[in-house]
């Protein structure tokens, strides 16, 4: 039981680290289109 309660502790912690990378790409995708946007606006 204790082995399978830190089995699903892992991999809740493995889900939430994964869909923190998601999220920090998202900002890192978002700060290039708006560089991009500023960059075509110059023009």
Known sequence: ???F???MISH????HQSQ???YQSQITN???INKF???INKF
């Not at 809740?12 to 889900?15: M, W």
Request: proline letters at 0%; charged letters at 15%; zero cysteines.
């Open 5 to 7: 309660f830190h089995v």
């Open 12 to 15: 809740d912690f493995t889900n």
């Open 30 to 32: 978002h700060f290039h």
């Open 1 to 3: 039981m204790k082995q």
């Open 20 to 22: 923190i990378t998601n």
């Open 37 to 39: 946007t500023i960059k």
